[in-house]
């Protein structure tokens, strides 16, 4: 900002503070734009979450691979976000038994076990709507709830082809 004087009297002129501010501006716009835009990817384009797989085991050696229509057999351990368990297959050690992909189980397990190996491990953290959505599961899993599960592949049994 310059200041003039006439007579005593300053008059102020904006040397461009004005335009300075106006691009300031733009800037942030565009930056936060880009900020909410790569949010929204990482979301998903409707805003929903994302199913998150982590290997916790790796196998080294792995002829075969589970894919949709196999039966596998697996331990797991089931927990609300905030690591209230729901469920879990080892106090009875008793294996859970189901085939891939053919919708016996949620969305989230039948894309998140794919391409698992025997004695694999691995943590799974499941967005509601490939969980059991608003409905839940009640008593145990409320509407809307994001669960974390802890498996491991026993057994893949391939079912021969036709």
């Given at each position: 900002r310059t200041r003039l004087r006439r007579g005593g009297s300053s008059i102020g002129?904006?040397?461009?503070?004005?335009?300075?501010r106006d691009m300031r501006l733009s800037?942030?716009?565009t930056v936060l734009s880009i900020c909410l835009s790569a949010l929204a990817t990482a979301t998903g384009a409707e805003g929903k979450r994302k199913l998150q797989i982590g290997v916790k085991k790796r196998v080294d050696h792995c002829p075969i691979k589970s894919r949709k229509g196999d039966v596998l057999h697996m331990h797991y351990t089931g927990k609300l976000e905030d690591g209230t368990e729901f469920d879990s297959s080892l106090p009875q050690n008793q294996p859970f038994v189901f085939s891939l992909g053919t919708g016996q189980v949620i969305k989230g397990w039948d894309q998140g076990l794919l391409g698992m190996c025997e004695g694999e491990k691995r943590k799974l953290v499941i967005p509601s709507e490939l969980g059991y959505g608003e409905r839940g599961a009640p008593p145990k899993i409320p509407g809307g709830a994001t669960l974390v599960f802890e498996v491991e592949l026993l057994k893949i049994e391939r079912r021969s082809e036709l």
């Open positions: 002129v904006d040397s461009g503070g004005a335009a300075r800037w942030v716009l």
